[in-house]
C-alpha cells in the first residue's frame, strides 16, 4: 500500500512484473512497508509471509496479518531481496511471490573509487613531499657550494697577500740588513 524511507513516506518505484528495485543512499536505511492483501473470498482470514534475504544475512518467512507494516532499521549498505506471498482463503502460500531488490548504496568515503583515489592521492602527496624535499635539499646544497667557493677564493686571496706581504717583509728585512752592512762597511772604512 505504502513505502516509508527514514520515516517519511516514499513515492512507490514503478514496477515490472513482481519485481520492484528499490535504491537508496546509505543514510536511508529504515523501510517500511505497509502491505495489503486484496482477496475478497478469504473474507480476512488470508495472511502474508516475508523474509528478507542478502549482504550476508538469511531470514526465516516471517509471517502477518492480511494488512500488516513490514520495518526493516539500520539496514547495512548492500544489496538486500525482500520476498512477499500471499496466502489464499485455504492459508496456502502457493500464489506468485513478489520481489522486492534493495540497494542500499554506501557512503562514497566506502566505495572501491573513492579508496583507490585516496591511496593514489597519498602516494601523490608522498612523491610530492620527497621531491619537494629533494629540491629544498638541492638548492640548500648549491648555496652551501657558492659559500664554499666564496670562503675558498677568499683564502686564497688572503693567501696570496700574505705571500705578497711576507716577500715584501723578507725584501725590507734584506734591505734593512743591507743598510746595516753598508754603514758598517762605511764606519770601517772611515
Keep these: 500500500k505504502s513505502l ?12 515490472a512484473g513482481n519485481k520492484t528495485v528499490l535504491s537508496l543512499r546509505y543514510n536511508e536505511n529504515w523501510v517500511s512497508f505497509e502491505t495489503g492483501i486484496i482477496n475478497h473470498f478469504s473474507n480476512g482470514k488470508a495472511r502474508l509471509r516475508y523474509k528478507l534475504e542478502g549482504s550476508g544475512m538469511f531470514e526465516e518467512w516471517q509471517y502477518g496479518s492480511y494488512y500488516f507494516t513490514i520495518r526493516y532499521e539500520g539496514l547495512t549498505p548492500g544489496d538486500y531481496r525482500l520476498v512477499m506471498q500471499a496466502s489464499n482463503a485455504a492459508d496456502e502460500f502457493n500464489g506468485p511471490e513478489t520481489i522486492w531488490h534493495i540497494v542500499i548504496k554506501p557512503p562514497f568515503w566506502n566505495t572501491w573509487w573513492f579508496r583507490i583515489l585516496a591511496t593514489l592521492f597519498g602516494f601523490g602527496c608522498i612523491v610530492g613531499l620527497i621531491q619537494y624535499r629533494a629540491r629544498n635539499l638541492l638548492e640548500k646544497n648549491i648555496v652551501l657550494e657558492r659559500k664554499i667557493e666564496e670562503r675558498t677564493s677568499e683564502l686564497n686571496n688572503s693567501l696570496t697577500e700574505l705571500k705578497s706581504t711576507q716577500d715584501q ?7 734593512a740588513s743591507l743598510g746595516e752592512l753598508t754603514s758598517g762597511i762605511a764606519h770601517e772604512i772611515k
Design 4 to 15: 516509508k524511507v527514514n520515516h517519511q513516506a516514499f513515492p512507490l518505484p514503478v514496477q
Design 169 to 175: 717583509l723578507i725584501q725590507s728585512e734584506k734591505m
